[in-house]
T-cell receptor
Framework: DQQVKQNSPSLSVQEGRISILNCDYT??????FLWYKKYPAEGPTFLIS?????DKNEDGRFTVFLNKSAKHLSLHIVPSQPGDSAVYFC?????????????FGKGTKLSVKP | DVKVTQSSRYLVKRTGEKVFLECVQD?????MFWYRQDPGLGLRLIYF???????EKGDIPEGYSVSREKKERFSLILESASTNQTSMYLC???????????FGSGTRLTVV
């Protein structure tokens, strides 16, 4: 059973607009969440993270929002640029647990059109 | 910056061959992981290791084995390659705790 779900396999956005990527989780023990970005033929690279003690974390054009009661997080990219076109993976962990492995969603492919 | 290096970017192997995928990290990380990425299936954990000589099965270990003889090196072995093992293989390492993973560039393996 999937503990981290990215229900939209793909998203298409116009350059300059906002991109919103969503992620839901089921394990209430998760207390740390990360977003990774992956270009074709490359490994995923870390983008932004958020701890469960926060509800928002911002880094330049990227903001992650966490709604613990809904077990939902989202990544906002404003403004979107063509170079943001990639697959985005949401990941979660329970660091207080055994070893704190990251659990990944299946990814959302973002296409930003010029 | 942590560097995770995977020995090959692209590999083509024949069915039944024994295949070795090598991964080396340079930051003394305890934890190392092997994933495969397939379209629509995301990142699936094959094996991981928290220490030298230690290994733990991930979600899809069948058809694979691993070796961790030195802290910096984590090898993935396909004992007898099959066409359904054609995939992108990704190695990652981490210090653990609240640190994220650092991934290698990936190995695109094609089994013919």
């Amino acid at each position: 059973d999937q503990q981290v779900k990215q229900n939209s396999p793909s998203l298409s956005v116009q350059e300059g607009r906002i991109s919103i990527l969503n992620c839901d989780y089921t394990n209430s023990m998760f207390d740390y969440f990360l977003w990774y970005k992956k270009y074709p033929a490359e490994g995923p690279t870390f983008l932004i993270s958020i701890s469960s003690i926060k509800d928002k974390n911002e880094d330049g054009r990227f903001t992650v929002f966490l709604n613990k009661s809904a077990k939902h997080l989202s990544l906002h990219i404003v403004p979107s640029q063509p170079g943001d076109s990639a697959v985005y993976f949401c990941a979660a962990s329970a660091w207080g647990g055994s070893q704190g492995n990251l659990i990944f969603g299946k990814g959302t492919k973002l296409s930003v059109k010029p | 910056d942590v560097k995770v290096t995977q020995s090959s970017r692209y590999l083509v192997k024949r069915t039944g061959e024994k295949v070795f995928l090598e991964c080396v990290q340079d930051m003394d990380h305890e934890n190392m992981f092997w994933y495969r990425q397939d379209p629509g299936l995301g990142l699936r954990l094959i094996y991981f290791s928290y220490d030298v000589k230690m290994k733990e099965k991930g979600d899809i270990p069948e058809g694979y084995s691993v070796s961790r003889e030195k802290k910096e090196r984590f090898s993935l072995i396909l004992e007898s390659a099959s066409t359904n093992q054609t995939s992108m293989y990704l190695c990652a390492s981490t210090l653990g705790g609240s640190y994220g993973y650092t991934f290698g560039s990936g190995t695109r393996l094609t089994v013919v």
